[in-house]
Structures are given as C-alpha cells and as structure tokens.
C-alpha cells in the first residue's frame, strides 16, 4: 500500500480493517479530500476484500438466515456491486492523477487496467444497473441498452422480457443477468489485477510527492 494511504490509515485507527471502527478526525484535521489518491487505495481495498468474499460465499453451504430466499443469490446480487465499486475507486485515482498534474504515462496504465477488468467482466456495469434500477428495467424504462433498444423500435414490454432474469447459476459458475454473463471464478483475479493497478499509480504520487514531516 503507497506511504500516504498508510499514513492516512493510521491517523483513523486501522483496527477498522478487522474489528474497531474508528473515529473520524476534526476535520480542522483532516478530510479525505486532502489525499483523494489514497483514498481510492483504501476504498479499492475494502472492496476487493468484498469481492473474494462474496466468491468465497457461493462456495459454501447456503445460509440459512437468508430464508425464504437462497443466500447464494444474494451472495451474487453482492459481487456484482463490490466489483462496480472497484471502478469508482479506479475513477477517484484517475481524478486524483489529473489534479495533481501526475505523468500521463500512469494514468495510461490504469486505464489499461480498467480495460482489462471490463474484459474480463462483460456487461457488468449493466448487470449492476439493472439490480439498482429495477423501478426502470423491469418496465424496459432503463438507460443504456434498454434505451437503444426501444429507440430502434422495440416494445417496451419485450424490452424488459430480454433483459430480465438475474441469477446465480452454480452448476455453471456463472451470474447472469438477460443477455450479460459473469465467469464467477474470473472475479477475484480481475478485482486484484485492478486493486493492484489503482495501488501502482498511488505509489507514484508517493514518488512524485513525498509525505510532508510529521505527517
């Protein structure tokens, strides 16, 4: 983890990372926004963590507090969110480079990166938009494909019919959401290749600007 994001951690008391939740400093003190670079390291790691998690979690017996519902299908409703938010956190990291005026080269690479998480994890940006916005997809109202789709003349209840249907298949190993297919056993690697790359081009920034005294 860059040297900031570390500094960061242990002003908030890194116990949070197993059992503690720790208090927020004044912030006369500090704010995340000082070091959103950081920040993306920190969030990036809670949500890769959620990730292996949730893939660890279809492979176990189901849970029986999810009752009526299986927890498997939860466990998958979950992934799908923890590896969206693993592109918000590559997001904040690409901000933070660009304030800080940081060499397009790492930038570059991260986006290389973020190229080869979605290839690895097709349609999943829709997958999550559909689970978020089911007020809209389940009436073929949503963004994106569902938009196109009824643009080019198809009917909104059919429209809705095509995209529907998210599931945890487990003799597969595969989440699947209308036309979009997820490779659970593709999840974790992906989601570390990435965690990697946003914690890469934070140690530049440690590089580029090294953490005042005291600090």
């Keep these: ?17 197993n059992h503690v939740v720790s208090e927020i400093p004044p912030e006369a003190v500090w704010s995340p926004a000082d070091n959103p670079y950081a920040i993306a390291v920190s969030q990036a790691t809670w949500w890769r963590c959620a990730v292996q998690l949730s893939v660890g979690r279809l492979d176990d017996p189901p849970d029986p507090r ?16 923890a590896l969206i938010q693993l592109l918000a956190a590559e997001a904040l990291e ?8 940081i060499d ?3 930038g570059h690479a991260l986006s290389q990166a973020r190229d080869r998480y979605l290839e690895a994890l097709p349609g999943i940006q829709q997958m999550r938009n559909a689970l978020t916005h089911f007020e809209d997809w389940s009436l073929g109202r949503g963004h994106g494909p569902q938009k196109d789709s009824v643009a080019a003349g198809s009917d909104l209840r059919d429209v809705a019919a095509h995209f529907w249907g998210f599931g945890y298949h487990a003799d597969e190993r595969v989440i699947r959401q209308g036309p979009y297919a ?34």
């Excluded at 983890?1 to 990372?17: E, K």
């Excluded at 999810?66 to 969110?81: E, Y």
């Excluded at 570390?192 to 090294?210: F, G, N, T």
């Design 66 to 81: 999810a009752a009526p519902v299986t927890s498997k299908q939860i466990d998958a409703r979950n992934l799908v969110f």
């Design 182 to 215: 997820l490779e659970v056993d593709k999840a974790a690697p992906a989601a570390l290749d990435l965690y990697w790359a946003i914690s890469a081009a934070a140690e530049m920034v440690d590089r580029q600007a090294p953490i005042p005294p005291g600090h």
């Design 104 to 106: 397009a080269i790492v």
């Design 94 to 101: 690409q901000e933070a480079l660009r304030v800080l005026g």
């Design 1 to 17: 983890m860059p040297r900031r994001a570390r500094a960061i951690l242990s002003m908030s008391n890194q116990t949070v990372y």
